[in-house]
C-alpha cells in the first residue's frame, strides 16, 4: 500500500491548544510541509511571535527563539546575521507584526533580511480576548470596538502585503488563504515559493495568510471560515504581490 | 607588553569589544556614545563581523538578544533614552538566560534631560530596569584603561553566568583621552554553550524563551536566577580601595565622580587629613563586604554622586551599624560636573 498523506517530520505529533476552526493548525501544518520538502529542518531556527501562536517550539521540531511582542524580525535578524547559513522564519500575528512590531517588520524588510516572515491575519487580537487589531475591518465589532471600527476614527485596515510591497529590500510578497482547498493548495505553493527565496538566497520573503478566529469573532467555524473568503478577501486580496527571482 | 596607545574611553570600549571576540554590534545614533558604533562600523567588516545600524534602541536589543541566542558574542551600546527603551529586551534576555553586553553611556535626564556627564542611571541599572525583578551586571569604568579591561569582562562574566552584563560609564570616560595598554582578551575558562540555537540537525530540539507557564515552573525559575545572582555577589564583587588603610573618613564613589574625588582626597591628605576612597567597580553585584569591612573600623562615609542620591541607599544596607553615611550629589546638567575644591569642601565638612 502507498502512503499518501502523512504528518509532516517538522511538526510534532501532538495535540494543538488552538481552538476548533482556527486557522493557524493548518498554515502551521503548511509551514511544516514547506520545510520538510526544501529538508531545511535541521538547520532552521524558527523565530516565535507574542500571540496564540507563541508555542511555536510545541509544534514544530525545530530550534525556537521566543522573541518579545512585535520584536520578532529583529530577533530573526540577530539570528540570521551571526547564523548566514540557518533557515530562518519568524510566524507572527496581526496585532505583532501590525501594531507594535510596525518598525521592525519595515526595516527587517526594507534591509532586505534573507528571512521569511509567516504573518496570520485574523483581524483581531487572539490571544489577549479579540480586541481591536489594526487589521479588524471597518464596522468589525471586537472587545475594544463595540460599535464597530469607526474609519474616522481608528483608520482603515493596514494592508501589509501590499504595504511591504513598496519597499526594494522585499523579494517575494503574497497573501494567501486556507479557507478552502483551492486556496489551500495555493497557499502551499506560495509558502514553498517564499521559501525557496531564503534557500536560494535571494531575500526577504513575505506570506500574509488570511486566518479564522471563530472564537473571537463569535462565530462558529463554518461561518467563520466563510468569513474568511467573504468580506476578508474581498478587502485584503489574495495573490502574489510581488516575485522578483526568475525560479 | 603592548604598546601605550592614546585613545577615547568610547573607542577603549569598541576596540575591547573585538579583542573580547565580539564580531557583532547593534545600535542606533546617539550622544556621547557614538563613537562606539563609529568605530565597529569601520572594524567590524574587516573582521567578517556584522555592523547594523538599527531603526531604533528597541530593534538592536533584540537583535542583540537574536545573536547572542546562537552562541556569539555580540554587544548593543546606546546613552539613556535608548537605553530606557532597551529595557524590554534586557528583561527578555534575563528571563531567556542570554548573555550580551549593553553599553551605557549615559547622558542626563528625565526625560531628553542633557548630554552632561549623569549618574541618574544607577537605579535603573543596578535594580533591574525592566519589568519582572531581575539582574545584571553592572561595571563602572572610571578611566580609559577600565574601559577597555571592564568591557572584556563584561564579556566573560556574561558567558559564565549566562546574563546580560552593562558597562555604566558616561560623558567623561567616554569623551577622554588617556594612555592605554591594549590587553590581551584573558584565558577565562567559559563552559560550554550547549543550550544555543543552531539547527537542531539530528540532535534534540532547543528553544530560548523566557515563557513558563507549566504549575511551579516559573517560581522554580525565578529561584534559580536569584541563587545565581547570590553565587555573583559572593565571588564577582570588586571594588577599589584608596589610602583607606588609616582613613578617618572615606569617601564613597564610582565612576568619573571618583576621579574628581580622588583629586580631592590627595589634596585633604597633604592638609593633613585621613581620608580615603571605596570605589565600587561592580555596581552590580554591589561590594557590600568592602562597605561592612571598611566599616567596622572606620565610622564615616560620605557618599558623592551625580544625582540626588541613589548608590547611597546601596551603601547604607551595607555599612556596620554604627557608621555614619553623609551624602553629597549634584544632579546632572550643564555645569554641574563638582570641581575637586567642592569636594575638598564637602570632605572638610563631614570630617
Ligand atoms: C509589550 C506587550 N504588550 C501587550 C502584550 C499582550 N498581548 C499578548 S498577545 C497580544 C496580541 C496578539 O494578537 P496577534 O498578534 O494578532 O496574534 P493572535 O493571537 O491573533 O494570533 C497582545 C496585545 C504583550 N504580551 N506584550
Ligand atoms: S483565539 Fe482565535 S487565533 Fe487564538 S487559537 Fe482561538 S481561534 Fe485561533
Ligand atoms: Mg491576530
Redesign the pocket.
Given at each position: 500500500m502507498q502512503q499518501v498523506f502523512k504528518r509532516p517530520v517538522s511538526l510534532k505529533d501532538v495535540q494543538t491548544h488552538f481552538c476548533p476552526g482556527c486557522h493557524?493548525g493548518t498554515i502551521h501544518r503548511l509551514v511544516a510541509e514547506a520545510m520538510d520538502e526544501f529538508g531545511v529542518q535541521q538547520r532552521t531556527i524558527g523565530v516565535a511571535?507574542?500571540?496564540?501562536?507563541?508555542f511555536l517550539y510545541g509544534y514544530f521540531d525545530i530550534d525556537v527563539v521566543e522573541a518579545?511582542?512585535?520584536r520578532a524580525p529583529a530577533v530573526a535578524t540577530g539570528v540570521k546575521r551571526a547564523r548566514p547559513d540557518s533557515f530562518v522564519f519568524t510566524y507572527?500575528?496581526?496585532?505583532?507584526?501590525a501594531?507594535?512590531g510596525t518598525a521592525e517588520i519595515i526595516h527587517a524588510a526594507n534591509r532586505g533580511e534573507d528571512i521569511t516572515v509567516i504573518f496570520?491575519?485574523?483581524t483581531?487580537?487572539?490571544?489577549?480576548g479579540g480586541?481591536m487589531?489594526p487589521?479588524t475591518l471597518v464596522g468589525q465589532k471586537t472587545s475594544t470596538s463595540p460599535y464597530g471600527r469607526n474609519q474616522a476614527k481608528d483608520g482603515a485596515p493596514i494592508r501589509m502585503a501590499e504595504l511591504l510591497t513598496q519597499l526594494e529590500g522585499v523579494a517575494f510578497a503574497a497573501r494567501v488563504a486556507v479557507n478552502n482547498p483551492r486556496n489551500l493548495l495555493d497557499a502551499k505553493k506560495q509558502i514553498k515559493r517564499a521559501f525557496r527565496y531564503q534557500v536560494e538566497g535571494k531575500g526577504f520573503s513575505f506570506i500574509e495568510a488570511l486566518?479564522a478566529?471563530p472564537t473571537?469573532w463569535g462565530m462558529n467555524p463554518i461561518a467563520a471560515n466563510e468569513r474568511v473568503g467573504g468580506e476578508m478577501a474581498d478587502y485584503f486580496k489574495l495573490g502574489v504581490y510581488k516575485d522578483t527571482a526568475e525560479f | 607588553m603592548s604598546k601605550r596607545l592614546f585613545v577615547k574611553g568610547n573607542e577603549a570600549i569598541a576596540m575591547a569589544a573585538i579583542e573580547a571576540g565580539c564580531r557583532y554590534y547593534f545600535g542606533y545614533p546617539i550622544t556621547p556614545q557614538s563613537d562606539i558604533p563609529e568605530y565597529l562600523s569601520r572594524e567590524l567588516p574587516k573582521l567578517n563581523g556584522e555592523f547594523i545600524q538599527a531603526e531604533s534602541e528597541i530593534a538592536s536589543i533584540n537583535m542583540l538578544l537574536g545573536a547572542s541566542a546562537t552562541g556569539v558574542r555580540a554587544m548593543t551600546s546606546s546613552s539613556s533614552p535608548g537605553i530606557s527603551l532597551k529595557q524590554?529586551g534586557i528583561s527578555y534576555m534575563a528571563g531567556a538566560e542570554l548573555p550580551g553586553v549593553i553599553v551605557n553611556i549615559s547622558r542626563s535626564g528625565p526625560g531628553l534631560g542633557g548630554i552632561d556627564a549623569s549618574q541618574a542611571d544607577y537605579f535603573q541599572s543596578v535594580k533591574g530596569g525592566g519589568h519582572g525583578g531581575y539582574h545584571i551586571v553592572v561595571l563602572a569604568p572610571s578611566s580609559v584603561q577600565e574601559m577597555y579591561d571592564l568591557t572584556m569582562l563584561a564579556f566573560d562574566l556574561a558567558d559564565l553566568y549566562r546574563m546580560p552584563a552593562m558597562i555604566l560609564g558616561d560623558s567623561v570616560v567616554g569623551q577622554m583621552k588617556e594612555p592605554l595598554i591594549a590587553n590581551k582578551r584573558p584565558q577565562t575558562e567559559l563552559p560550554v554553550k550547549d543550550w544555543v540555537v543552531r539547527g537542531k540537525g539530528v540532535g534534540e530540539q532547543r528553544v530560548v524563551k523566557s515563557l513558563f507557564l507549566g504549575d511551579g515552573e516559573l517560581e522554580a525559575h525565578n529561584n534559580r536566577l536569584h541563587d545565581k545572582y547570590m553565587l555573583l555577589s559572593a565571588r564577582e564583587a570588586r571594588w577599589e580601595e584608596f589610602e583607606t588603610a588609616d582613613a578617618e573618613l572615606v569617601v564613597a564613589a564610582f565612576g568619573s565622580t571618583a576621579r574628581i574625588a580622588k583629586t580631592a582626597i590627595m589634596q585633604a591628605r597633604q592638609e593633613g587629613l585621613k581620608v580615603g576612597l571605596l570605589r565600587p567597580i561592580t555596581l552590580y553585584p554591589f561590594p557590600q563586604r568592602a562597605f561592612a569591612d571598611l566599616t567596622r573600623r572606620c565610622k564615616r562615609i560620605l557618599d558623592i554622586e551625580l544625582n540626588n542620591g541613589q548608590m547611597v541607599e546601596d551603601v547604607r544596607l551595607s555599612v556596620a551599624r554604627d557608621a555614619e553615611v553623609h551624602f553629597y550629589g549634584r544632579p546632572p546638567g550643564a555645569g554641574s560636573l563638582p570641581t575637586p575644591e567642592e569636594l575638598l569642601e564637602q570632605i572638610k565638612k563631614h570630617y
Open positions: 493557524h511571535s507574542v500571540g496564540c501562536s507563541v518579545p511582542h512585535g507572527q500575528g496581526d496585532g505583532d507584526l501594531a507594535i496570520v491575519n485574523n483581531t487580537y487572539g490571544m489577549t480586541q487589531a487589521t486566518s478566529c473571537n | 524590554e
